[in-house]
């Protein structure tokens, strides 16, 4: 079956440590996404990528890092220089809109909770 | 960013009533979609709807757009406990290149 895996589900961090959330996905989705979403929020956008080796910041970039080396792949790394990562992480992709102009229907993982130990 | 609110934040029912969420937005659109999250899961896209599109149907879901007001309601018909879940719209509204979501209305269906 086709779809997004997001691993671990749980993660824990300590004070001055990088953590590397996975992003995984086999639906041949040239776009993808990551969200940071609060207790009682919607989601906000960290960043996104509509093509291997390029990707662009979003809404709340600082203090996150990514990579897009391959097509399937879109690690995010939460750095120490995020102050707050206490969150729910949810990974996305989608068929990258093209001439259409139109944005498409995103797929979602089942998301990485990370909390600070 | 600008965000697309949902109204109401939560919303309580007996299965077998009907809810209706409503969404609104800033500026012009190309689409406007709704998402459903179970607690402690990722979204799962429940239907796209365009602007030159007033209403679109999917089983039990109803959705209707009113461009002129901004505003967008997602009708869930004969709801059931399985429905209880939050109910996010999301809107192409700074591009085609990523969607801005709204903070949700949740929704419980008690039996």
């Known amino acids: 079956d086709g779809g997004i895996t997001q691993s671990p589900k749980y993660l824990f961090r300590k004070e001055g440590q990088n953590v590397t959330l996975s992003c995984e996905q086999n639906l041949n989705h040239d776009a993808m996404y990551w969200y940071r979403q609060d207790p009682g929020q919607g989601l906000r956008l960290i960043y996104y990528?509509?093509?291997?080796?390029?990707?662009q910041k979003g809404d709340i970039a600082e203090g996150y890092s990514v990579s897009r080396e391959k097509k399937e792949s879109f690690p995010l790394t939460v750095t120490s220089a995020q102050k707050n990562p206490t969150a729910f992480y949810l990974c996305?992709?989608?068929?990258?809109?093209?001439?259409?102009?139109?944005?498409?229907?995103?797929?979602f993982g089942d998301g990485t909770r990370l909390s600070i130990l | 960013s600008q965000q697309g609110e949902e109204d109401p934040q939560a919303l309580s029912i007996q299965e077998g009533e009907n809810a209706t969420m409503n969404c609104s937005y800033k500026t012009s659109i190309n689409n406007l979609q709704w998402y459903r999250q179970n607690s402690g899961r990722g979204l799962v896209h429940l239907i796209l709807i365009r602007s030159n599109e007033r209403e679109k149907h999917s089983g039990r879901l109803r959705v209707t757009l009113d461009t002129s007001k901004k505003s967008s309601s997602l009708l869930i018909t004969a709801s059931r406990a399985a429905d209880t879940a939050s109910y996010f719209c999301a809107t192409d509204e700074r591009g085609y290149s990523t969607l801005t979501f709204g903070k949700g209305t949740m929704l419980l269906v008690s039996p």
């Open positions: 996305a992709s989608s068929i990258f809109p093209g001439t259409a102009n139109s944005n498409q229907p995103q797929h």
């Open positions: 990528s509509q093509i291997v080796n390029d990707f």
